[in-house]
């Protein structure tokens, strides 16, 4: 099993940055795959931006340029680093993992953390 635990989330004014990690624990080795998602009241949950074994990244396009995913496998941990934050960025985000070596089908998730951007 793969534990996932989100942290950073909060309350920001627009343009305004935020920084979540994501500390994964148990079989870690297992993951090929990590990446955020995100779901607003009443929304379907996106995908955000993952990032894999390898270091290969990719992004929702409403996100490229601003957000930026990156990990530190000595820690175990994924980042994501948000930046120019926009109110319709708000929601809460979870962290996710994926056996597989492309984040197709998740396969663990986190308990979320919540950014709120103001206006």
């Known amino acids: 099993q793969v534990q996932l635990m989100e942290s950073g989330g909060g309350l920001v004014q627009a343009g305004g940055s935020l920084r979540l990690s994501c500390a994964a624990s148990g079989s870690a080795f297992s993951i090929g795959a990590m990446g955020w998602s995100r779901q607003a009241p009443g929304k379907q949950r996106e995908l955000v931006a993952a990032?894999?074994?390898?270091?290969?990244?990719n992004y929702a396009d409403s996100m490229k340029g601003r957000f930026i995913i990156s990990r530190d496998s000595a820690k175990n941990t994924v980042y994501l680093q948000m930046n120019s934050l926009k109110p319709e960025d708000t929601a809460v985000y979870y962290c996710?993992?994926?056996?597989?070596?492309?984040?197709?089908?998740?396969?663990?998730w986190g308990q979320g953390t919540q950014v709120t951007v103001s206006s």
């Open positions: 996710a993992a994926a056996r597989a070596p492309l984040l197709v089908r998740i396969d663990y």
């Open positions: 990032i894999t074994r390898g270091g290969n990244t």
